[in-house]
């Protein structure tokens, strides 16, 4: 006898089997695609600027960047500025409403002089009336005091993620590490990392660096990607990274499981990113100049593809957000007119950014030589500082340059010490190995001339050093003056008499523009390669 079970079975397996082809291709998702907005390195310039990038050194040689920046100014107008970043934010959010994730990478709360007066609270106001969806810290938070960087962090209605900086008293992690955020039905994990360098910069100087400790700590980075893949099964790892686009990759070719990467620090416009390790590494910029655009598509926690913008902020094509601007108004009505004073006017184009010198580290260390009789002076090379064109030098401006409260530090060094100096700085910043490039750009300098060779071994690099137009003398004592460095009190280069209760650098630099306008500072190949000749044009 048949029952009704005998003759459903086969009906049963006759729809799975007719279902089977339907099932099977519904076990690869399809691609989900979303967009990953970033900034990096904005300095607290929440007006538009001007701001001439880096001459880039390739392998076939220098690239000058300079042109004729002037006139590019004049066509151009100042770019950046946040209240035009929200909009472009907000223009490129509406083209994929809800799968839109926007990161920060660093050096955003500090930089500008008006961060001297408003302590970063205006930018913080700014990224959250934008909407951040989380934020990694730079080296430039940390100028500020411990107390203060934590109040930032709590006005903060985003999560400030950093894996890498320790509490010193029970070394354990002194931020959240990492942050789960649902975005177009993906999860994606967002790790920060700080710059790993944090204790030899100015920051641990005047700030709150020597509060923690830092490192690039690979080995706990693969531990924390292992256990964010296990426990919270996220479909895409994004790391915004304060490391700086040669260490980004560097760490990108050797930490797994890391889908795309967001570098800081450097400053580099990515026009096209690079993928190492199946890692897709870019960078933005800096100065507000730039919104970063990646599209990812992602399947089965995977990218599958991706397309890329480096988009250019253009006050002139964009109308300012309002809240935005509103937040901008009253951070700067305080301040409005001390910050406009003019005291002197400039008859040259000033700017920082160049890897070898620049007329504005020629400016700042000229001055600290003229205000303190010193024989040779040092200025650290921050990649930030709006440029200035020729005409009127506000006291904003001067800010700009100088945006702390640093003093002038004098003390004497032998001529063997500063040789060594400058072979350690030489050996840091041109260092094939990304991980031991430490600090900015070379040091700026006054009263030597330093000629190198960059094909010579480390610590042979300094083909000749020379103090007022003589060669350097071993044992010769050596005044010297500078502001925000470190290398004085470092037993290595032997500093002697050393005196940490000058006068304030930027309100010395502001008197010194007072009494020497109009300025014409030039970069004059005061550092040069071996068989390139000395110009004083």
């Known amino acids: 006898m048949t029952t009704v079970q005998d003759r459903l079975v086969p009906a049963l397996t006759l729809v799975v089997l007719l279902l089977a082809p339907f099932s099977m291709a519904g076990a690869s998702s399809e691609p989900v695609e979303i967009r990953i907005l970033g900034t990096n390195d904005i300095h607290a310039y929440i007006r538009p600027l001007h701001y001439r990038y880096l001459d880039e050194i390739k392998p076939w040689g220098r690239q000058s960047r300079e042109g004729d920046f002037v006139a590019k100014a004049a066509l151009q107008g100042k770019l950046g500025g946040m209240a035009n970043v929200a909009s472009v934010i907000e223009r490129l959010r509406a083209e994929k409403p809800g799968r839109t994730l926007l990161l920060d990478a660093g050096d955003t709360w500090h930089g500008a002089g008006i961060s001297v007066f408003d302590k970063g609270v205006t930018m913080v106001k700014i990224m959250n009336t934008i909407g951040y969806d989380a934020m990694a810290l730079g080296n430039w938070e940390f100028i500020y005091k411990k107390d203060h960087l934590l109040d930032l962090i709590d006005m903060a209605q985003f999560p400030v993620v950093v894996y890498n900086v320790m509490d010193r008293e029970w070394d354990e992690p002194a931020f959240p590490q990492y942050v789960i955020k649902e975005v177009g039905g993906l999860k994606v994990a967002i790790i920060g990392v700080a710059y790993p360098w944090l204790a030899l910069t100015s920051a641990a100087i005047l700030g709150s660096a020597g509060d923690w400790k830092f490192g690039i700590k690979e080995e706990e980075a693969r531990d ?211 991980y031991a490039r430490v600090g900015g750009d070379m040091i700026q300098f006054s009263g030597m001339e330093l000629v190198y060779d960059l094909y010579n071994p480390d610590g042979e690099r300094v083909v000749s050093l020379s103090v007022n137009g003589k060669p350097i003398e071993p044992e010769r004592l050596y005044s010297v003056a500078s502001a925000h460095t470190r290398f004085q009190n470092n037993p290595l280069f032997g500093a002697q008499h050393i005196d940490e209760n000058g006068p304030v650098f930027v309100e010395a630099l502001i008197e010194y523009i007072r009494a020497n306008s109009p300025l014409k500072p030039t970069t004059d190949r005061r550092i040069r390669a071996r068989g390139s000749q000395r110009s004083d044009s």
């Open 224 to 434: 924390l990607i292992a256990n964010i893949r296990e426990e919270e099964d996220p479909d895409l790892v994004v790391m915004a990274s304060h490391g700086g686009f040669g260490l980004d990759q560097k760490f990108a070719r050797r930490v797994d499981g890391i889908d795309v990467l967001l570098s800081a620090h450097t400053h580099d416009e990515i026009y096209d990113p690079v993928v190492w390790n199946d890692t897709i590494v870019y960078q933005g910029g800096a100065h507000g100049k730039f919104v970063s655009r990646l599209d990812v598509r992602v399947q089965d926690k995977k990218v599958v593809g991706y397309s890329y913008d480096l988009v250019m902020v253009r006050p002139s094509e964009v109308e300012p957000h309002p809240e935005v601007q509103r937040l901008i108004d009253e951070a700067y009505r305080p301040h409005e007119n001390h910050l406009n004073e003019v005291v002197g006017t400039n008859h040259a184009l000033i700017f920082r950014r160049d890897f070898w010198e620049s007329p504005m580290g020629a400016l700042l260390t000229d001055a600290l030589r003229a205000v303190t009789g010193a024989e040779i002076s040092f200025f650290p090379a921050w990649r930030y500082g709006a440029t200035l064109l020729p005409g009127p030098i506000t006291v904003e401006d001067v800010y700009d340059l100088v945006p702390t409260h640093g003093r002038i530090v004098t003390y004497s060094m032998s001529g063997k010490s500063i040789r060594r100096l400058m072979e350690n700085i030489l050996d840091g910043v041109v260092d094939n190995d990304p």
